[in-house]
């Protein structure tokens, strides 16, 4: 089995930033990618950003130049620095990931979530 757990949600003013931070644990061979979602009450969850094994990045085009997504592959951790938060930014963020397991099997895991605010 493989767990992610997310850490360093929060309550932060319009303007601040803050640092998510997602380690993943367990039966992981390699990771094929990893990222992150939000949903917002009564919205879709949404992808935010993602990162490949290579470290090719996708980012949504409402944070493109104010998060920045980024990975230890010694700790299976992936970060997302969230600067310049606004009010719309509010959400529980999810971390996603994408590995691979022993026997060659493929298997892709949600985090619990982490709740974001920001307030205006």
């Known amino acids: 089995q493989v767990q992610l757990v997310e850490s360093g949600g929060g309550l932060v003013q319009a303007g601040g930033s803050l640092r998510l931070s997602c380690a993943a644990s367990g039966s992981i061979v390699s990771i094929n990618a990893m990222g992150w979602y939000r949903q917002a009450p009564g919205k879709q969850r949404e992808l935010v950003a993602s990162?490949?094994?290579?470290?090719?990045?996708n980012y949504a085009d409402s944070v493109k130049g104010r998060f920045a997504i980024s990975k230890d592959n010694a700790k299976n951790t992936v970060y997302l620095q969230m600067n310049s938060l606004k009010p719309e930014d509010t959400a529980v963020y999810y971390c996603?990931?994408?590995?691979?397991?022993?026997?060659?099997?493929?298997?892709?895991?949600w985090g619990q979530g982490t709740q974001v605010t920001v307030s205006s």
């Open positions: 996603n990931g994408d590995f691979q397991r022993r026997f060659g099997v493929r298997g892709n895991y």
């Open positions: 990162i490949s094994t290579g470290g090719i990045t």
